[in-house]
């Protein structure tokens, strides 16, 4: 009999072509139960346009010795869809049980039953319960374990809704579990399901089969223990699932692959098993034909492990390993090498000017306890994103890049800078400071509060840098669901990219803190956070526009602080070196002036191209662009008959290593002559939008840069750049993942 509901379950199907909204099941099938004349009567209110099934009713009660034989109503023949010919009820129906007994008690009684809508949408088996006093004659209905259930429900579900809010109307199953499959190698098919945030998948629901070939052993990532209502406690699926399929066997170089697989809807729909056929080309076979794989080999989820992997799967196997400490001390070295990247630097300026700006002596004692709130609130900040990244999907870093947000730092960095500079002193209300001083007893504990709240959007805000460590972090918590390694890992990198924090920090306090030598340090800083203050500014102005900032940050920075007054009054060597230096710097400001004249140019190099501008600046890799997987797509086909290797980047405005390697890299002359037989492509993802999310989640890409590389029209994963790398080394990457 089990096996017998469980298949008519997984005949449950949802409307396609529905014209008019679907009733919730309590509205369409309103249930009520009472008693009677020692009898219990259950009753239906159907609403017009449905039916329920008379054989899907179905009762029990804890004291089933108190309930004699149902008697049911005459019911309806019809033709049914789903069930074919069938006895349906209409409009209303009342079932009546006789009671057995003359003992005065209370007795739950427990009702499935099922119905469908007349539109062609049929709802999963309900389960209702009733506690019914049985008082001999008793008419009333008692408001007990159904009531109780009927008012927790609506509460239960807006909690269910408070985190993932629910729709009115079920999507179409290909937006509710987009699906997708690629070759990642000449041995290897990825099945991929994007599943929406109001749906999951069951876990033993899932089955594939290959025409073509044989498969060896698949292993699917841990999903999420549910109490479902339809199938009690099981393994469910949810956000992105991919799934590594090893092929063995292969006579040809097109297999046809078939996926079948069931999901619902938590608004209390699921819908029937749905099959996916698919042929899809593969590249090139070896010499002997069939290509064989190594079934007892160890596979990292979505990761092939025929060739050596990147440095991102390297970091995601070191996860899987069973020694968590040395697996934790590596991600703290990750750290430490971190702190020497772009997106850290800023941190340097931001944290000592808060240190350098606080009033009074600051003891070396209360700066490191300040370092140490700064550095751990952007490492809790960093891990909770990474886990909501991994997870569920979403780059909480890359959602914080949007202009509003990084014009409302900015000016955050200039009134910090001007505050520097003695225009004013930015202090809490007296009152707002009184009450945080009760609550922790310290004064200090309000600008603790302030630190910390630097430290969080520093980290969201300053650093959205993504790196191999970070990578691999995040395809282990998307594809084994262990977040809590996976956090834990991000946060102690997170550490080592703070540590050196802690030492700077450490090291402002023991500046001197009286006369106009700390004057000249707080003017210094005041300038550092301008200079941050430009430098987000960046990734929303144009070039043009952000070299006319810098050119005026370098010019009328040493003339404020007086590099041009005259020397008679200097008396101190070190003045004279803090002058000489400032000169250095209005000199460079004048000659960005000089690029501005020209309409622009390199501020890392402001002499160079004036005999050969034309020419200097047509040294570019020459970018195709893309947005979507089908352009992606047409062009791998074209190039798979060409023979063509295909080079994808993955870039975007507020992605600083990304415009590192479009100056440094994608300019190098070397670069661009070694590139010329490459169809090289760039997708923008600054944006961010649905498209771009797609995109990226079809290769596992956490964000930008990321650079891949396609051979015979499947990725080379092996030769896959994550992050930052210099010319000379992507040099070695193109012509390796050209040859492989």
């Known amino acids: 009999m089990k096996h017998i509901l469980l298949s008519l379950l997984l005949l449950i199907s949802i409307f396609t072509n529905a014209q008019e909204e679907l009733l919730p099941a309590d509205q369409a099938f309103a249930f009520k139960g009472r008693v009677v004349d020692n009898k219990i009567l259950l009753t239906w209110d159907i609403a017009k346009g449905y039916y329920l099934y008379k054989d899907k009713i179905k009762i029990a009660s804890d004291h089933p010795q108190r309930l004699g034989v149902a008697q049911f109503p005459v019911a309806t023949i019809k033709d049914d869809e789903f069930f074919g010919r069938v006895e349906v009820y209409h409009d209303n129906v009342s079932v009546s049980v006789p009671i057995v007994g003359d003992e005065s008690e209370i007795i739950v009684v427990n009702v499935e039953f099922q119905g469908c809508a007349d539109l062609g949408v049929c709802y999963p088996p309900m389960t209702k319960s009733v506690s019914l ?97 339809f199938f009690g406690t099981v393994e469910v699926h949810t956000g992105v699932l991919n799934v590594d399929i090893p092929l063995t066997n292969i006579q040809s170089s097109q297999v046809n692959f078939i996926a079948k697989f069931q999901g619902c809807w938590l608004g209390g729909i699921c819908y029937p098993p749905i099959e996916k056929t698919t042929d899809i080309r593969l590249p090139k076979l070896e010499k002997s034909g069939a290509i064989k794989h190594d079934k007892q080999q160890p596979r990292t989820p979505n990761i092939a492990n025929k060739k050596p992997l990147n440095a991102t799967d390297k970091i995601a196997n070191l996860l899987q390993q069973d020694d968590i400490f040395w697996v934790l001390v590596s991600f703290f070295g990750f750290g430490l090498l971190l702190s020497l990247t772009p997106c850290v630097f800023p941190m340097i300026p931001i944290l000592s000017g808060i240190i350098v700006g606080q009033k009074g002596e600051i003891s070396t004692k209360k700066a490191l306890i300040m370092s140490i709130v700064f550095v751990f609130a952007m490492s809790v900040t960093y891990s909770i994103a990474g886990v909501i990244a991994g997870y569920f999907g979403e780059n909480l870093q890359a959602l914080f890049q949007a202009p509003w947000m990084l014009m409302l730092f900015s000016a955050i960095f200039v009134l910090l800078a001007f505050s520097m500079f003695g225009y004013y002193e930015i202090q809490l209300p007296s009152s707002l400071q009184n009450k945080i001083t009760n609550i922790s007893n310290k004064q200090e504990g309000g600008n603790l509060i302030g630190v910390a709240i630097m430290g969080l959007l520093s980290a969201l805000i300053v650093g959205p840098c993504v790196a191999p460590p970070l990578a691999g972090a995040l395809i282990y918590i998307g594809q084994t669901g262990d977040a809590m390694l996976g956090g834990l890992s991000l946060f102690v990198m997170s550490l080592g ?87 250095l710097v209005l000199i460079y400001g004048l000659l960005l002036w000089g690029l501005v004249a020209r309409g622009g140019g390199d501020m890392l190099a402001p002499l160079a191209g004036y005999a050969t501008n034309t020419q200097a600046e047509k040294t570019h890799i020459v970018f195709k662009q893309i947005k979507s997987s089908d352009d992606l797509d047409r062009v791998l086909d074209e190039a798979q008959i060409n023979k063509q290797i295909v080079m994808l980047d993955f870039y975007a405005d507020w992605c600083i290593a990304c415009k590192e390697l479009e100056r440094f890299v994608f300019a190098n002359a070397q670069v661009v002559r070694e590139i010329s037989n490459v169809i090289a492509l760039q997708a923008d993802v600054t944006a961010n939008d649905d498209i771009d999310k797609t995109l990226m989640r079809r290769f596992d890409i956490v964000g930008p840069p990321s650079i891949l590389f396609f051979k015979d029209g499947v990725e080379n994963r092996s030769y896959r750049i994550v992050g930052e790398i210099n010319a000379q080394d992507f040099l070695k990457h193109l012509a390796n993942a050209s040859k492989n």
């Open 133 to 229: 006093k049985i008082d001999n004659n008793s008419e009333s209905l008692i408001d007990s374990a159904f009531n109780v259930l009927s008012k927790i429900e609506p509460a239960m579900r807006s909690v269910v809704e408070k985190v993932t809010p629910i729709s009115d109307e079920p999507l179409p199953v290909d937006q509710a579990f987009a699906y997708s499959l690629v070759a990642i190698d000449a041995n290897t098919l990825r099945a991929s399901w994007d599943i929406h945030p109001e749906y999951y998948l069951y876990h033993n629901k899932f089955f594939i089969d290959v025409k073509g070939a044989e498969f060896g052993n698949i292993e699917f990532p841990k999903g999420t223990i549910k109490n479902d209502e």
């Open 497 to 583: 990219m703070g540590a050196p924090l802690l030492l700077v920090g450490a090291g402002v306090s023991k500046l001197p803190k009286s006369g106009g030598w700390m004057d000249n340090v707080k003017y210094i800083f005041g300038i550092l956070m301008l200079a941050v203050a430009i430098w987000l500014l960046e990734r929303i102005i144009s070039p043009y526009v952000s070299l006319i900032l810098w050119a005026s940050l370098f010019t009328l920075s040493p003339i404020a602080m007086g590099v041009l007054n005259s020397l008679t009054n200097t008396t101190s060597a070190w003045q004279r070196i803090f002058k000489g230096i400032g000169l």
